[in-house]
């Protein structure tokens, strides 16, 4: 993010909403932790017979439960278990690094779960998982091994606890 | 949210990712992505636009049965503006499966 360093959070926040060559720009030369092999398990049956879970990296969680720490400059690399029957007035909102303005009105932007609940009534899914879980995805440093090695784990074992029988992710 | 996805299908369970920067998701190499050259915050569109939200998730789970190929991603394309994305999706039959393009 070189280009903007040491402009005030909320600048940088709008540039990379509205200047997508910047985001690219970033993406470019950022250094992820790249794949090599892509993890696979086949889709055993149709999706109109299976499970669906919702996993967000948006920083969404339910205002009963304790925000993301939004002070750590690397992030938070933990997650927050949401029952999927909760309601928007339920949930909220705490990420600093992108405009939430949109899905702070409607949380179906990035956690669709008045949509997911209407494709189970026209029978389109086979149900849906207990929990969706949020996590805030800003994650640098030394976090991106916890996040690595301890919660997305934990999460994933969560979701065959929970009987997902496939995942649905949405980023911020 | 590549990483999380991984660790998820490593576990066992198929999983789909929306995706709205494609060079993050070349490098991380999620199972399946769709993307969508959408602005950060909005990767299902805008806000109350129910029709493009829809259109979206059921591409995602189409995805999830019709992509083979471990990293493929998904671009159905679809204009950001409601009003140019309500005119695109009605010239297009809803639930048309989109061709991979990775």
Redesign the interface.
């Known amino acids: 993010m070189g280009l903007l360093h040491g402009l005030p959070n909320t600048i940088v926040?709008q540039a990379?909403?509205?200047l997508?060559w910047l985001?690219?720009r970033w993406?470019?030369r950022h250094q992820?932790?790249?794949?090599?092999e892509?993890?696979?398990?086949?889709?055993r049956k149709?999706?109109a017979e299976?499970v669906?879970?919702l996993?967000t990296?948006?920083g969404v969680h339910l205002t009963s439960q304790e925000p993301f720490d939004m002070e750590d400059p690397d992030g938070d690399p933990s997650f927050r278990a949401i029952p999927s029957e909760a309601r928007k007035e339920d949930l909220t909102i705490t990420h600093k690094y992108?405009?939430?303005?949109?899905?702070d009105?409607?949380i179906?932007?990035?956690l669709?779960l008045d949509?997911?609940r209407?494709?189970l009534a026209e029978k389109?899914?086979g149900g849906i998982a207990p929990f969706a879980y949020g996590?805030m995805?800003h994650i640098h440093g030394p976090h991106?091994k916890t996040?690595?090695e301890r919660t997305?784990?934990e999460?994933?074992?969560r979701?065959?606890e929970d009987r997902?029988?496939?995942?649905?992710?949405?980023?911020? | 949210m590549g990483l999380v996805q991984r660790a998820i299908e490593a576990e066992g369970i198929p999983t789909v990712g929306i995706s709205i920067l494609k060079e993050v998701t070349q490098k991380v190499r999620p199972p399946r992505s769709v993307f969508l050259r959408y602005p950060f915050g909005h990767p299902l569109g805008e806000a109350f636009n129910v029709g493009q939200q829809r259109t979206i998730l059921r591409d995602a789970l189409a995805g999830l049965e019709t992509i083979t190929a471990p990293g493929t991603i998904l671009e159905p394309g679809y204009p950001w503006r409601k009003h140019h994305f309500d005119r695109a999706i009605s010239t297009r039959r809803e639930g048309t499966a989109h061709a991979p393009l990775l």
Do not use: C
């Not at chain 1, 992108?98 to 899905?103: C, E, I, L, M």
């Open positions: 926040v990379f909403k509205h997508p985001a690219s993406a470019k992820f932790v790249e794949g090599r892509i993890p696979w398990t086949p889709v149709p999706v299976s669906i879970a996993v990296t948006a992108y405009d939430h303005s949109a899905a009105r409607d179906n932007v990035v669709p949509r997911i209407e494709l389109r899914i996590f995805g991106l996040l690595t997305a784990p999460v994933a074992r979701l065959k997902a029988e496939a995942v649905i992710l949405t980023p911020a």
